[in-house]
């Protein structure tokens, strides 16, 4: 009687084992990269990402605008001209663009959950994700279309018959000297193929 006893709580103290050990190996991947590194990625440098493409965008529009108005002929039709270009420069740099750029360049330099979101996400079907975030940007359903499979057709191309691209987050194509630059600057991940948006 006794032997059986303690062969029982043996088997008792096995299965109360088990689990922790699980819990503990799930923190330690989890706890990889910290806040303060998730932080300095948004803050450091999506942030100086989404003032850069901002620059860019005002300096390709006023060269647009620059163009345009030497094919105008009139005064009124460049005041129009100066007008649409700055509508269009604040649209392109307001709250919600940046917000909408911030986001993006998070989910691709700021991703810790295997590029989740991006065309590079595990797994073997295509992202769901990915396709409403084509879907919302792009409103007209022929062009939706066509970008969906042109996205699709892309993602077979990297993964080709594998259930993912990536190594410890990045890329496993990107070169180790922009691994280091993206890390350098602070990126915790590289969901894009070539390194930048």
């Known amino acids: ?12 103290k096995k ?37 850069k493409y901002d620059k860019a965008n005002i300096k ?4 647009l605008r620059d163009h345009i108005l030497k094919n105008a002929t009139s005064s ?18 307001s709250k919600k663009m940046r917000k909408i750029n911030l986001d993006q360049c998070m989910s691709v330099f700021c991703n ?23 879907f919302k940007i792009v409103k007209n359903k022929t062009s939706q279309n066509k970008l969906f499979k042109e996205s699709k057709k892309i993602r077979k191309t990297l993964f080709k018959n594998k259930s993912s691209v990536l190594k410890d987050n990045f890329y496993e194509k990107l070169s180790p000297k922009m691994i280091n630059k993206l ?8 969901c894009a193929t070539h390194g930048f948006l």
């Open 60 to 63: 390709h529009m006023n060269k």
């Open 15 to 51: 299965s109360k084992k088990s689990p922790k050990s699980k819990k503990s190996s799930k923190s330690k991947s989890s706890s990889r990269i910290s806040r303060k590194e998730l932080s300095d990625c948004k803050n450091k440098y999506c942030s100086k990402f989404v003032d």
């Open 76 to 93: 009124k039709q460049k005041a129009i001209i100066r007008s649409n270009m700055e509508k269009n420069i604040k649209k392109l740099t």
């Open 112 to 134: 810790t959950k295997g590029c989740k979101g991006t065309i590079l996400e595990d797994g073997k079907k295509y992202p769901p994700a990915v396709k409403a975030r084509l």
């Open 183 to 190: 890390k350098k600057q602070k990126a915790v991940s590289g």
């Open 1 to 12: 009687m006794p032997t059986t006893k303690s062969h029982k709580s043996h088997k008792s």
